[in-house]
């Protein structure tokens, strides 16, 4: 069973600061994806990263897939109170049909 | 709009009953899917569709038993509810089943499913 752990659980920053998520296994991803979820939402894709060491970036998001295809790590600058949900990773492996997600962060961004 | 949509968004129902949860998506989408978030906001797979045929079923109960009568309609059936399916059940598609360079799945809104 392929085990996505994201840290931290839970971060709560104000306004401005910056931040790192980060999402990470033992096994070998062949993509990865980020999603945002809001209260009594479903989760929206952000980006899908399929190559090692591969840098995507989303305005103020800086997505990053480990070299090794094991991790990866979700930079957001100078947060916003928009920014404030339950952010995803989740990993694809070879063939495999089913997308398997994370623990799950959840980021307050107050004023 | 182009979405998926699930129907209905909250379910209250007495333990023992029997429910479905439906969906469509007009996204032209192969494949479907039916995940469970639980208390702690963790999702995980239940059943995966592609074009009509059942191609992920995970370790859930047999009394889930979903249906898929064309690939834009996903629907899930329920039998002799139990206190421990209290969740918030959600249906996705996706372009493809997962590759290299794997599609984005699509989300609809979840359906929060409460057993009293």
């Known amino acids: 069973t392929q085990l996505l752990e994201q840290s931290p659980q839970f971060l709560s920053i104000q306004e401005g600061e910056n931040l790192t998520v980060y999402c990470n296994s033992s096994?070998?991803?062949?993509?990865l994806q980020w999603y945002r979820q809001e209260p009594g939402e479903g989760p929206v894709l952000l980006v899908t990263v399929v190559t090692g060491g591969e840098v995507k970036k989303l305005k103020r998001l800086t997505f990053q897939f480990g070299d090794a295809r094991k991790d990866s790590s979700l930079h957001i600058t100078a947060a916003q109170p928009g920014d404030t949900g339950l952010y995803l990773c989740a990993g694809t492996t070879g063939t495999a049909s089913k997308l398997t997600f994370g623990t799950g962060t959840r980021l307050q961004v107050t004023l | 709009d182009t979405a998926v949509s699930q129907t209905p968004k909250y379910l209250v129902t007495q333990m023992g009953n029997d429910k479905s949860i439906k969906c469509e998506q007009n996204l032209g989408h192969d494949t479907m899917y039916w995940y469970k978030q639980d208390s702690k906001k963790f999702l995980k797979i239940m059943f995966s569709?592609?074009?009509?045929?059942?191609?992920i079923n995970e370790t859930v109960p047999n009394r889930f038993s979903p249906k898929s009568p064309d690939k834009a309609h996903l629907n899930l059936h329920i039998n002799s509810l139990e206190l421990g399916d209290s969740a918030v059940y959600f249906c996705?598609?996706?372009?493809?089943?997962?590759?290299?360079?794997?599609?984005?799945?699509?989300f609809g809104s979840g359906t929060r499913l409460t057993v009293v």
């Open positions: 096994s070998v991803f062949s993509s």
């Open positions: 569709y592609n074009n009509k045929e059942l191609i």
């Open positions: 996705a598609s996706s372009q493809q089943r997962g590759a290299v360079g794997s599609y984005g799945y699509t």
